[in-house]
Structure formats: C-alpha cells, structure tokens
C-alpha cells in the first residue's frame, strides 16, 4: 500500500477518527486506523474498538493498493511533526514495515495486517430520520452530564433517547443525579418505517465523542436506527455504534411530586458562588470524604457554605422565596454541574425537604421543551 497526500487532508481525517480506536486492548488492531486505499484515488479510514466506530475517506494519489492498520497515536504524532506540503504513506505488506515521508524526513515504524482488523457490523436500518446539528447538540449537551460511569446497571452507563413523532426525549441518571431534555424537532422520516417511535440507549462513550461533531447549525444530518447499531452520517463520516440491550430505570419515579418550597434564583450567581466553594469542597485529606456544600434558604436569601481542611467559604444571593426555610447539604460537584448546563437567565429550584432531591428547572419555559434535572442532597452531620 502507497499513498500520497497532504498534511492537513491527513489530519482532518484521522484526528476524528482516532477517537473511536480503543486505548488499550487485546485485539491490537483495534487500537488502531485501518487506511485501505483503492483504484479511485482514495483511501478509507476505519476505526472500531468493537462497540463504536466510524468511516471516512481521504482523497489521495494512490501508487499502490492495500491495506494496514496504523498505531493511532503514533500515527498522529508523527504527522503532525512532518513539514506542511504533501505526506505518502508507504506499507511492505510482506513485513508491514511503514515508511512515513515528507521532504527529507522519514519516520519508520510497524504497522499491522489490514486482513487482521475485525469486521464492522451491517450499518443498515429500518428506521431513519434527519435531524438538525443544533437539535442533537442541546440533546446531548443538557444531559451527558448526569450519564454514569461503570455503573454495575448498563443502561445507566447510557443516554436514554426516546422518540415519538417530532418529539425527542433525552434522559440520563448516574444514581445520585437525573436530567431530561424533551424538545420538538423538525424531524424528516427517512426509513421504511411508517413512523417514528422508538426507545434507544446509547453508550456514554459514543455519546462524547458525538459532540465532537455536533455544532450550533441548522445543518441536517442523517441518523439511521437497527435492532442493535445506529449510525450518524456527519459529513464524510458516518459514526456508528452498538445499543446498550437493556430497558432504562422508570425515572419518573425519583422527581418529587409536591414540592413544598421553592426559590427562584440567577443562573450566573449560584453557578459563581458553586463555583468558589469547589475551590474548597474538592480540597480533603487522604481517607476524608469530600465536604458538601450546604445551600440555606432563610427569608428570601440563599447562603451558600462549605468548610474544608483548607478554609472556608460564605455567599449569599437574594432570591424569590416561597414556602419554609430551609437547609440542605449536596455534593458540590454534583450541584454545580447541573446549574453550569442551564442557560436560562435564572432557574427554579423545587424542595420538599433536606433528606430529598432538589428539581432544577429554567425559570423562563420555552415553547416545546421541557428541561428538569435533579439532585439528590447528603445527610448533614449537626
């Protein structure tokens, strides 16, 4: 395999791509890119760590066909350290020898058999569908925060995505936090379905590096839905990953139905004065547990506290009261990272006492979406 092309052309499309190679495994192919060039002046780009990956190709002067599969990282660092101007890829697939050149520098390392890279699964489905980038984008921005990790309970590892018609539903809940974003997309059937409605899991991994793609446009793309895989064709590339098989929680079930107090308050300051007391609740001894940070809302005034090794933090920010005074502790983490999505001007919090979660909701509701998140409080020790 010899191909030959710029510098800049290589990036575009490897950069992508190299994060859907696998960081450590024991298929050694799969913590790689598969280049393949063919007869019409091009070269696919692979990669897949067997539960996302994703497809492109490279426009290029090919000299010779084949296949092989490069070191990822490697791959990068070496290119991105070679001259500006045109880069050719040279692969003895009799030894899988690599010659990478520009100008008169030359770096060589081993590559793999392309015949050893595990095959993709079949990226059809019934059920279709466009979407605008902007729409994806606030899907998944508003709620990849609350997606847990290694959670022994699959599904929480995942964004729950729940379509019916012209409405999309995101959800996701790590034990201790839960949001959801429901909005109406201008949403184009596209598959052999007579209609959209459905229910899927994606993998949180697949879900951060899709908002590598996303952007603020109106552009469409296109999302293809099969029993086990969907695909997101974005541009050159089509980004595709295996479902998460399991049905999610029943989260309905965790927001409190009768909230008894209430508290309206800016966006911008309650996330500056979280923000300031991180500066001293992520601050801890080894074997101490992190301090909370203790939200007081007396008579129209919310103090916000934390105490630590470190120092100590006081705040205080008027607020629309109605109901009991309260005082509940949080994770600090937890909480601020909640508030951080919302991009309302202020937001609703709902309580019904310091023992169950608070609901953060935008206090300006827009038309066709509905944002909720909550956080479930620590036990404050008197």
């Known amino acids: 395999m010899k191909f030959t092309a710029e510098k800049n052309a290589i990036l575009e499309v490897t950069l992508p791509t190299s994060g859907f190679a696998s960081g450590k495994s024991t298929i050694a192919t799969t913590e790689g890119i598969l280049f393949r060039t063919t007869g019409d002046g091009s070269c696919d780009i692979v ?13 290029c002067t090919v000299e010779e066909e084949g296949c092989a599969v490069i070191n990822a990282t490697r791959f990068i660092q070496i290119v991105r350290t070679m001259p500006d101007g045109q880069i050719t890829v040279a692969v003895d697939e009799r030894n899988n020898r690599t010659m990478i050149s520009s100008g008169n520098a030359k770096f060589e390392l081993q590559a793999l058999s392309g015949k050893d890279f595990p095959d993709l699964p079949e990226l059809r489905g019934d059920r279709g569908f466009t979407i605008k980038h902007c729409d994806l984008k606030n899907l998944i921005a508003k709620t990849q925060f609350a997606i847990a990790v290694n959670n022994p309970r ?15 539903t995101a959800v996701s809940c790590d034990g201790n936090r839960l949001a959801v974003y429901g909005m109406d997309c201008e949403i184009e059937n596209v598959g052999v379905t007579a209609e959209l409605n459905f229910n899927i899991i994606l993998p949180g991994k697949t879900v951060t590096e899709l908002m590598r793609f996303v952007n603020d446009s109106e552009e469409l793309m296109k999302i293809n839905v099969a029993r086990k895989h969907i695909m997101f064709f974005i541009g050159k590339f089509i980004v595709f990953t295996r479902l998460i098989d399991a049905v999610y929680v029943d989260y309905d079930r965790f927001i409190p139905k009768a909230p008894k107090i209430f508290a309206t308050v800016g966006t911008k300051e309650l996330e ?6 991180l500066l001293v609740t992520e601050e801890r001894q080894q074997g101490q547990v992190k301090s909370p940070v203790i939200c007081d809302i007396t008579d129209g005034c919310m103090t916000v506290s934390s105490s630590s090794v470190t120092g100590r933090v006081n705040d205080e920010i008027t607020v629309e009261h109605e109901g009991e005074n309260i005082e509940i502790g949080f994770n600090c983490r937890l909480l601020h990272d909640a ?9 609703k919090i709902s309580l ?3 023992l169950m979660g608070m609901t953060i909701e935008p206090a300006e509701k827009e038309e066709g979406k509905k944002f909720l998140m909550l956080v479930l ?6």
């Not at 990669?47 to 426009?59: F, H, P, R």
């Not at 699959?154 to 999309?168: A, F, Q, S, T, W």
């Not at 409080?377 to 008197?382: A, G, T």
């Open 47 to 59: 990669a897949y760590d067997l539960e996302k990956g994703i497809k492109t190709s490279l426009e």
């Open 377 to 382: 409080p620590v036990r404050l020790n008197k």
């Open 154 to 168: 699959p599904e929480l590892n995942g964004l729950d995505l729940d379509v019916k018609g012209n409405r999309i």
């Open 339 to 347: 508030v951080s999505v919302c991009d309302s001007e202020s937001v």
């Open 352 to 354: 019904t006492s310091p």
């Open 272 to 277: 500056g004065a979280l923000g300031r007391a």
